[in-house]
C-alpha cells in the first residue's frame, strides 16, 4: 500500500488503550463536523459526525466531543486495536457550504 | 469498498501534459466531489457537482476542469501538468447536495506523478 507521506502528529498506542485524537478548527461558522479514518493505500472512510448543537455523539467504540467555546473536536477510540492503524482527519462544514475543509490528520500507530 | 470507483489507479506523465481521472459515484448518488491530497497540503476541496451541475468550487486551478455526465460519472481534466500538481486525487460521491445531510464515500484515489 502506499501511503500519503505527510508530516504527521503520531500517536502510539498500546494496543487495548484509549486512544484521543484531537482538532482544532477554526471556523466559527462551521455547524456540522466528521472524523474520517484513512488507512494506507485507501480513500478517507467516514467514521462518526457530529452536528454544532450537539457536544457528544457515541458510535461503536467511537467517541466524539465538540466544544464550540475552543472550537476543538476529539475523537476517543475504546480498545485500540491494530486495524485502528491509520490517518485520522477531522472535516468541517459551514451551513451555508458544501465545501468540507479537513485538518491536516493525526497518524495513529498501534502496538502490539 | 466504497461503491466509488476511480480510474486509473496510477499515472505517470511528464509536465505539460494533459491527463482525464475518471470517477464512478456509488449507485444512486447524485453528487460527486473531487479532492486532491498531496504531502504538504493534505485534503484540498477541488470542486463539487450535483446531478450534472456544478455545486461548489474550491481552490481548484484554472488549468483544472471537471464534469459529471448524465449517467453521473464524473472527469476531472488536468491540464498543462507541473511536477506540483502530483498528488493523489480523490473522487467522493454522496446521496445529497449538501455535505451537512450525510457522509461522503471515497473512492481509492488515482496517483498522479507528473516527472
Known amino acids: 500500500g502506499e501511503s500519503v507521506g505527510l508530516h504527521l502528529p503520531t500517536l502510539s498506542v498500546q494496543e487495548g488503550d484509549n486512544s484521543i485524537i484531537n482538532c482544532a478548527y477554526s471556523n466559527s461558522a462551521s455547524d456540522y463536523f466528521i472524523w474520517y479514518k484513512q488507512e494506507s493505500g485507501k480513500g478517507p472512510q467516514f467514521i462518526i459526525d457530529?452536528?454544532?448543537?450537539?457536544d457528544k455523539r457515541q458510535g461503536q467504540r467511537v467517541t466524539v466531543l465538540l466544544n464550540k467555546t475552543v472550537k476543538h473536536l476529539s475523537l476517543q477510540i475504546a480498545a485500540t486495536q491494530p486495524g485502528d492503524s491509520a490517518v485520522y482527519f477531522c472535516a468541517e462544514n459551514q451551513a451555508a457550504g458544501n465545501k468540507l475543509t479537513f485538518g491536516g490528520g493525526t497518524r495513529v500507530l498501534v502496538k502490539p | 469498498d466504497s461503491g466509488v470507483t476511480q480510474t486509473p489507479k496510477h499515472l505517470i506523465t511528464a509536465t505539460g501534459q494533459r491527463v482525464t481521472l475518471r470517477c464512478s459515484p456509488r449507485s444512486g448518488d447524485l453528487s460527486v466531489y473531487w479532492y486532491q491530497q498531496s504531502l504538504d497540503q493534505g485534503l484540498q476541496f477541488l470542486i463539487q457537482y450535483y446531478n450534472g451541475e456544478e455545486r461548489a468550487k474550491g481552490n481548484i486551478l484554472e488549468r483544472f476542469s471537471a464534469q459529471q455526465f448524465p449517467d453521473l460519472h464524473s472527469e476531472l481534466n488536468l491540464s498543462s501538468l507541473e511536477l506540483g500538481d502530483s498528488a493523489l486525487y480523490f473522487c467522493?460521491?454522496?446521496?445529497?447536495?449538501?455535505?451537512?445531510?450525510?457522509?461522503?464515500?471515497f473512492g481509492e484515489g488515482s496517483r498522479l506523478t507528473v516527472l
Open positions: 467522493a460521491s454522496s446521496v445529497t447536495s449538501g455535505i451537512n445531510t450525510g457522509e461522503l464515500f
Open positions: 457530529i452536528r454544532s448543537n450537539m
